[in-house]
């Protein structure tokens, strides 16, 4: 892929990225079992197959948070998926 060339991928928007007009004013709010079995499938496939430098996440919110500042959101990120770059 593209990093083999000396290129950094960055994989976006984590997480629950699905509205793009209203994105700064809503949270997605699901419960548990939809985000991992909806949302967080492809990122695990993502991470292992790719393994992305970076990964940038959502504008929107995520159950009322931010993604980026979500303790929980970061902890799936770096400890489930085995995320280990840098998240933007």
Not at 5 to 19: E, P, R
Not at 43 to 59: G, H, N, Q, R
Request: glycine share 6%; proline share 2%.
């Amino acid at each position: 892929g593209i990093q083999s060339k000396g290129v950094m991928a960055t994989a976006k928007h984590f997480l629950a990225n699905n509205i793009e007009n209203t994105r700064w004013h809503v949270s997605a709010n699901m419960d548990d079992k939809t985000l991992h079995e909806v949302y967080l499938k492809q990122w695990t496939i993502l991470v292992a197959e790719s393994s992305p430098e970076f990964i940038m996440t959502s504008y929107n919110r995520v159950q009322g948070n931010w993604s980026n500042m979500d303790p929980k959101f970061l902890s799936i990120l770096r400890n489930r998926l085995g995320f280990g770059g840098s998240v933007m």
